[in-house]
């Protein structure tokens, strides 16, 4: 663990990091963050760190009396599902194309996609189980969404809406990605990630763009415009706590949806008995109360709590970890969340090869018709697995190692 411990006019902080990839970029703005006169304590950085919109990807802090939107991130309750299964590696041979075909047509995946039927069981399960975001009526998160979207607040609400249904039990785009794994005993895995598609990123940016834009912030000049935070007490604190907590719920239970989807388009190609043995679902963007008034944010990090079963992915082609928290108090109980980016997605357009890629990704079934558009996505465009889990050694413990062999990613 490396300590960085800086001071300027803004205030003074402490950053504690266990990344031993780190660039100077993503250093400074955990340095900055820690500089917040709300921080409660130091900020803690994970290694999968890497730079994002105000603090860093792979953070955890402490916020208190107030909570700023963009600590938890704009994919609110984006994280991993895993659930180990009664299959083995051979039930898949010679059906592997056939089953990466079933989920594209089973799971929608793209910017903005969503299914073109809505199931009456999705819509009764929504309005059971979640009901409609507080910021669909609330005029100021709407005013914000109607900027961003340049129509009229009606129109953006109803098109919200709809979302809220059409978008249930996809994938979305980037780095989220649906995989079938076997781990090291030969034992298939189903792994995915995913979070609050649209409207749960219409909802945090808006929130985020009101606090940086409002004038709650008491406590004097911003060093960086997206590290504003809502106060305790004030109204847009609770409308943005309120839209939080449903969008991690969203997240939660649309992921829950797609492994639903995927264990019946397994059962029916492979034509077996099939069961779930084991089910780890983890936010990975979120924030919650764990004192009275003080919020933990995890961005890019998970609950690692003594005890708490995670999913820590590496990138295309790298293996997947089944961790257990260790419990590390100086790490916030936290631990990361994947490999971390060490390119830019323009980065990696431009200075990777696609035959390169398709060489990492040999002997897995994959979208390589796509390798070009995927580029980003490649092996080296993040840092090592094996360095992000060696530098977690005090964090998790690993119990399971995870081999993808169908690989399907959100284009």
Request: negative net charge.
């Amino acid at each position: 663990m490396d300590i960085f411990e800086t001071e300027n006019e803004f205030g003074k902080g402490v950053v504690k990091s266990w990344a031993s990839i780190l660039d100077d970029n993503t250093r400074e703005a955990a340095e900055a963050i820690s500089r917040v006169l709300m921080i409660d304590g130091h900020v803690a950085l994970m290694p999968d760190a890497h730079f994002g919109y105000g603090p860093p990807v792979g953070t955890a802090m402490r916020i208190k009396h107030a909570i700023i939107p963009y600590a938890v991130g704009v994919d609110i309750g984006c994280g991993m599902v895993a659930a180990k299964t009664n299959l083995e590696r051979g039930d898949f041979k010679g059906l592997e194309g056939r089953v990466l075909g079933e989920i594209r047509d089973s799971i929608p995946s793209g910017v903005g996609k969503g299914h073109d039927k809505i199931l009456t069981t999705i819509k009764e399960r929504i309005a059971v189980e979640l009901g409609e975001p507080l910021g669909l009526s609330n005029e100021i998160v709407m005013l914000a969404a109607m900027q961003k979207r340049h129509r009229n607040a009606a129109h953006v609400r109803d098109e919200l809406i709809a979302k809220i249904y059409s978008q249930f039990g996809t994938l979305g785009a980037g780095n989220h990605f649906v995989e079938i794994c076997e781990d090291t005993m030969g034992q298939v895995w189903f792994v995915l990630h995913s979070g609050s598609r649209g409207v749960g990123n219409v909802l945090a940016t808006a929130h985020a763009k009101l606090a940086s834009a409002s004038a709650l912030n008491g406590g004097g000049p911003l060093e960086d415009k997206n590290f504003a935070w809502f106060c305790r007490g004030t109204k847009s604190f609770d409308d943005y706590v309120a839209d939080m907590i449903w969008g991690q719920a969203y997240a939660y239970a649309n992921r829950e949806e797609m492994m639903a989807r995927l264990f019946e388009v397994v059962k029916k190609t492979i034509g077996t008995s099939l069961l779930q043995l084991e089910l780890i679902n983890c936010h990975h963007n979120y924030a919650e109360e764990v004192e009275e008034g003080v919020w933990l944010t995890r961005k890019g990090a998970i609950n690692a709590e003594v005890g708490r079963m995670g999913v820590i992915p590496g990138s295309m082609g790298a293996t997947t970890h089944i961790v257990r928290g260790k419990g590390c108090k100086e790490a916030l109980n936290t631990s990361p969340h994947g490999a971390g980016r060490i390119r830019s997605r323009g980065a990696a357009k431009r200075e990777l090869d696609v035959e390169s890629f398709k060489g990492q990704m040999a002997g897995k079934t994959w979208q390589d018709r796509d390798a070009k558009s995927l580029l980003d996505e490649a092996p080296d465009a993040y840092k090592p697995i094996e360095v992000v889990m060696d530098d977690s050694k005090d964090l998790v413990e690993s119990v399971a190692v995870l081999s993808q062999f169908i690989n399907y990613k959100g284009l």
